[in-house]
Each structure stands twice: as structure tokens, then as C-alpha cells.
């Protein structure tokens, strides 16, 4: 597949951040159809934006299961690369230990490496309906000035570490090193995001790397979609609710697209 995946078309359900809670992808199958044939699989794609694994204590279930999807329905499922397949997080923050404490030292070797080696397969981003923008590192940094940028890479595609390499990639290392949606210069950050939408005729960019108290949330006049697909993360005092993106059309013969949050809580998780 592409870096840059394109053509998709609606209806299409959209996955922020799993992080290993494997009870919350479930019950987002349970309550808002399931992948399978019965379900809605036959005529919906399903967008994953990545961060899978680490925090949660089942990141290999969460993992075997989009795994699964994508194998059992290749055109049906996309799987993005988020901030989280890589190597200089996932060592340290959580899929390392839960490889080594449920397989054993020497399948848990294997695991890890193979599974990363799958992360590097993955694409970045997503062109859903023709100008909404899934983006698996969730943010759009200002070495990213165009889209063309990400097409050029190559598979597999291995993030260099900043701290690790005399010249490593600005862009990859921008994409991918743990920081805020934008720069830490907001005016200068939200002018480059909205310079870049407009450049590439983009309505709308999806992101998975935004975590809100309600599990969505739009910004800036509806351009900037957070989405958190797993509840209560990493356990926070208010806690937070988990949604989905449903992307439709509806009417004729205009058919209007239509973008709405599906959520679930810990109540109903």
C-alpha cells in the first residue's frame, strides 16, 4: 500500500487511539456494529489512525484483532501508523514488558520484532472522501508542507531517533517525537495548519493524538477532529469518555457529507 492512501469512500467508521484496552475496541463493535459480514463490514471501511499498543495491558489482543481485520478484509480495513509504532516508545512504554511478561523470553523476542517490522509497513495517512485527511502521527508539523512528502517514503520505513543520529530526518523525527498537536508557538502552529488545509483542498484532518474529556472534539470551525477511542486513559482524575468518527452521505440528490462522534463510556464499556 501507499504512504498516502487514497480513494476511500464512505460510509467509513474512523479509530483514534486504541493504546492496548482491548475491552473499549470491543465495545465499540458492540454498541456501533460489528466487522463482520453479519455487521456492517460488507459495505463500511474501517480507519485505524494508530497508537495501538502501550499503557493498556492488551496491547497483543488489540493488535492480533485489527491484524485480523485487515487480513480477513484488505480493502475494507486500514491500518495508519501512529505515534506509538515505534521502537523509542514501544520499548519503554508498555508493549516490550507485556511481550516479555506473557510469552517468555524467547517468543517474546520474536513478537516484538515482528510486530515492529509490521509498523513499518504501515501508512501514514489517509485521504477519506476526497478532501478529509487521517493522519497516523496526528499532527501536520511545519516541515510538513505538503502532502507529496509523505508519498516519497519508502517500506518499511524506520523512524530514526533525534538523540541517536548526527542528521536524522527533520520530518519523520517531527512526526513522530511525543509533543502537542501544534508547535509551542500556537499563532505560528495554527497559521501553518490552516495554510496547509488550504492548500491541499482538505476539509477536514482527523487526528488520534488529541485526547478530550468527551472522546471528540471539533476545532478550529470544524477543520481539526480529535478523536480518543479508548476510555479513561491512562487512568486521569475527570477520566474521559471513548468515540468514533461515522463519516456518511445523506440526501439525494445532493448527497450532503455527514461527520459524526459515536461514543462510549465507562459506564456502558
Not at 56 to 63: I, K, N, P, Q, R
Not at 79 to 95: K, S
Not at 158 to 168: E, I, K, N, Y
Not at 252 to 258: D, G, K
Request: one cysteine or more.
Amino acid at each position: 500500500e501507499e504512504m498516502v492512501l487514497e480513494g476511500l469512500q464512505s460510509p467509513i467508521k474512523v479509530f483514534g487511539s486504541l493504546h492496548g484496552q482491548l475491552v473499549d475496541l470491543l465495545s465499540h463493535f458492540k454498541w456501533h456494529q460489528a466487522p463482520v459480514e453479519e455487521g456492517d463490514m460488507l459495505y463500511t471501511t474501517y480507519v485505524f489512525t494508530g497508537n495501538y499498543c502501550d499503557r493498556g495491558h492488551f496491547s497483543l489482543e488489540v493488535l492480533l484483532v485489527v491484524l485480523s481485520m485487515k487480513v480477513l478484509y484488505p480493502q475494507r480495513v486500514v491500518l495508519l501508523r501512529g505515534q506509538h509504532e515505534t521502537r523509542h516508545l514501544n520499548y519503554h512504554l508498555g508493549l516490550r514488558q507485556e511481550c516479555d511478561q506473557r510469552l517468555g523470553s524467547a517468543d517474546a523476542v520474536l513478537a516484538y520484532e515482528y510486530l515492529n517490522w509490521v509498523f513499518e509497513h504501515m501508512s501514514l495517512a489517509a485521504v477519506l472522501e476526497g478532501n478529509i485527511l487521517a493522519l497516523g502521527p496526528g499532527t501536520i508539523p511545519p516541515s510538513l508542507q505538503r502532502l507529496e512528502q509523505l508519498r516519497r517514503y519508502r517500506k518499511p520505513l524506520s523512524v530514526p531517533h533525534a538523540l541517536q543520529q548526527a542528521q536524522p530526518d527533520g520530518l519523520l523525527v517531527d512526526l513522530f517525537t511525543p509533543s502537542p498537536i501544534i508547535a509551542s508557538d500556537a499563532a505560528l502552529g495554527w497559521e501553518h495548519f490552516h495554510q496547509f488545509v488550504a492548500q491541499h483542498e482538505i476539509g477536514t484532518v482527523v487526528s488520534g493524538r488529541i485526547l478530550t474529556g468527551r472522546g471528540f472534539s471539533f476545532d478550529q470551525g470544524g477543520r481539526l477532529v480529535g478523536l480518543t477511542s479508548c476510555v479513561n486513559y491512562l487512568d486521569g482524575p475527570e477520566g474521559n469518555d471513548a468515540a468514533i468518527l461515522c463519516i456518511t452521505k445523506e440526501g439525494h440528490p445532493s448527497q450532503t457529507l455527514r461527520l459524526r462522534a459515536r461514543t462510549i463510556t465507562g459506564r456502558t464499556a
